[in-house]
Structures are given as structure tokens and as C-alpha cells.
């Protein structure tokens, strides 16, 4: 970061919050707007929504406050073994800044030391799926925010889930692909503005068409390098870390240019029962909201009325749950720590 940089220049970077389902294409979205020369992109965390109830609420950061985040946040897996932020280094800035420093400030700080070598920021984007459900409280923490919800077939988001992370419960992934776009539906109304609708198959058959239109939405030029994902060059960093052959495995089609090679895998992946329940559950919702043709595929399996009703309570416990969660810090470390497995959570 530049050392002659000010609070109040950080303080004008206007954050992007891109939402949607996991498998949706979010990451691919951040990868291609990190390669833009005037928008910080760093991979997913969650960081924001974890952190916030210990430290929103902070008005005056001592050293001690700075200690306790820059400790905290290094908590998190997806900081320490693939944001690979320095650590001495992001404390010295926080403390450089420390003047009128606040949780909104501190979170910039915290995305531009993933900026490299790129000058004149305009943008700091985030991605991570959980902030979808959270739309309304990031808004409370960053009133000026722009969003991106990327929304894609169901059957091909089930399908990802299933064959990419190994996910088996296809009654619960499809109720979360229901539930989660329907949360962003929600604030969506309220606030028009500040929201943009992309479409995952429109995004990868006509790209620049795409990006040159969120371009015009966030106030940034378009800049021909946001074609160029480098997503197979970031990931390279990795190497000697545990994590780098599953990161790698999840994310294997960012390892091409864009392209429209996923769309419709479902045809010859996802098995005929599968099919059927994601069609049951998502396909009215899909249809009438989104215009996908669920149900086409008629496919002649008979679904238990039992599992929709039991996994649509199970779901509906799940989301006010894990909303709850983020709300207590200290209980929300201690269930991921001993409940949630992986580098990710």
C-alpha cells in the first residue's frame, strides 16, 4: 500500500458485494474483475460479517483494538492460507491510520493489501456466497454499496455442488439455492439502485457485452484486461500450501479463458432422481422469477412428500441459524472451529 495514502481516500472506495449462489459463477466474476487495473478483487472470505460483532461497534481503536483484529482475522483459514497477507504489515498500516480509524476503515485497509502493484483503486469488490443472506447488514456497514447477483440454472448449480464439492444432499442444496436468492430478492426491492442482475449464461456466451455494462454500473473504465482471468496465475501462490491441490480441483474451469463449456453440463452429469428433486423444488421459483424451462425433461421419479416437507423445516432451521451465528462472535469461532471442516470456513 501506498504509505502517502489518507483514511479519507480509503474512506471514498466504494465497495462491491457480488452475491449468489455458490457454483453460480461468483468466483469466476471476482477473478475477471481483480484483473481489472483499478479494482482490488482478493478471493472469498468472510471476514466482514465474522468480525463485525466484536468490532463494529468500536469507536476508538486503540493499539490493543488493532492487535485483537489483525489476531482475530489471521484466525481465519482463507486469510492465512490463501489471502497470504502479511501480518506485521497490515498491523503497521492500521496503526499509520489508527487516527479516527473504524470498522468500515479498517476492513478497506484489510483488502488493499491484496491490491499488488495496481494504482489509483476505484473499486473494492467482495465475494463470498454467505453474504447473501446478509445484504441488509452490510449495507448498515457500507450505506453506499453497489451489488452484482449472478444467478444460473439450478440444475447446473446442483450439479457443480455435487460433482465439484462433493455435496450428496440435493433436497438441502436446492432449497439453499431457493432460499439465498429469494434473501437477495428481498433487499433487492428496497434498493434498485444499488443492485445489478447478471445472468451466469449470458455472462460467459457474451462477455464483453457483460462486463462492459457492469463497468458503467460500478464508474470504473472498461479496461480490456478484465477479459484476461488470472485466476490460473493467482493460484500458482498456493503451491506450497496444504490446500492447493482441493483449490485448485474446485475451482478447475478457472484455469481456462471464459467460456461456455459448463452450461448444461446437467444434461449428461446429474442423475435422473437428482434432477427431479432439484425440479420440484426450484423449478417454479426459477421459472416465474428467473425464466429458466424447469420440468422439460419430465424425468419419472417419484419424490418423497415426507423429505420436501422435512428438508424444507430442516432448511428453514439451518438459515435462521446460521443467520443467528453471525451475530454472537464468540460462539460463531467456536462452532466453526469445532463443527465446520475445511479451509473455507
Known amino acids: 500500500m501506498n504509505e502517502g495514502i489518507t483514511s479519507s481516500e480509503i474512506e471514498k472506495l466504494p465497495m462491491l458485494f457480488i452475491l449468489g449462489s455458490s457454483r453460480s459463477g461468483t468466483t469466476l466474476m471476482q477473478e475477471m474483475l481483480d484483473s481489472h487495473p483499478q479494482i482490488v478483487g482478493p478471493p472469498e472470505s468472510d471476514f466482514i460479517l465474522f468480525l463485525y460483532p466484536k468490532f463494529g461497534g468500536i469507536k476508538r481503536w486503540t493499539e490493543k483494538t488493532v492487535h485483537d483484529f489483525v489476531e482475530d482475522l489471521f484466525s481465519l483459514p482463507r486469510i492465512s492460507k490463501i489471502w497470504l497477507l502479511n501480518k506485521a504489515n497490515l498491523f503497521e498500516e492500521l496503526i499509520r491510520l489508527r487516527e479516527g480509524l473504524n470498522y468500515q476503515l479498517a476492513c478497506k485497509i484489510v483488502f488493499l493489501q491484496k491490491k499488488n502493484n495496481k494504482e489509483n483503486i476505484l473499486l473494492i469488490s467482495d465475494k463470498d456466497p454467505r453474504n447473501s443472506y446478509f445484504a441488509n447488514k452490510l449495507l448498515g456497514i457500507f450505506p453506499e454499496a453497489r451489488f452484482i447477483h449472478i444467478i444460473r440454472d439450478p440444475r447446473d448449480v446442483i450439479n457443480g455442488h455435487i460433482k ?182
Not at 420440484?280 to 418423497?304: C, D, Q, R, V
Request: hydrophobic share 35%; glycine share 4%.
Open 164 to 345: 465439484r464439492l462433493k455435496k450428496k444432499n440435493t433436497f438441502f442444496i436446492s432449497r439453499q439455492w431457493v432460499g439465498l436468492n429469494q434473501a437477495i430478492e428481498k433487499v433487492k426491492e428496497q434498493f434498485p439502485q444499488q443492485f445489478i442482475t447478471v445472468i451466469y449464461e449470458k455472462m460467459v456466451t457474451n462477455p464483453n457485452d457483460t462486463f462492459k455494462l457492469l463497468c458503467e454500473f460500478l464508474n470504473v473504465p472498461y479496461d480490456n484486461s478484465i477479459m484476461k482471468n488470472k485466476f490460473a496465475e493467482n493460484v500458482e501462490n498456493l503451491k506450497e500450501e496444504a490446500i492447493f491441490e482441493r483449490y485448485k480441483e474446485i475451482h478447475e474451469s478457472l484455469l481456462k479463458p471464459i467460456n461456455a463449456s459448463n452450461i448444461g453440463k446437467w444434461k449428461t452429469e446429474l442423475d435422473e432422481y437428482d434432477l427431479a428433486v432439484t425440479e420440484n423444488i426450484t423449478g417454479k421459483y426459477a421459472k416465474e422469477k428467473y425464466g429458466y424451462l424447469l420440468g422439460e425433461s419430465k424425468p419419472n421419479k417419484h419424490i418423497s412428500a415426507y423429505r420436501l416437507f422435512k428438508t424444507k423445516v430442516v432448511y428453514a432451521l439451518w438459515e435462521g441459524f446460521t443467520k443467528a451465528r453471525y451475530n454472537w462472535y464468540k460462539f460463531n469461532s467456536y462452532y466453526r472451529k469445532n463443527y465446520l471442516k475445511g479451509y473455507g470456513l
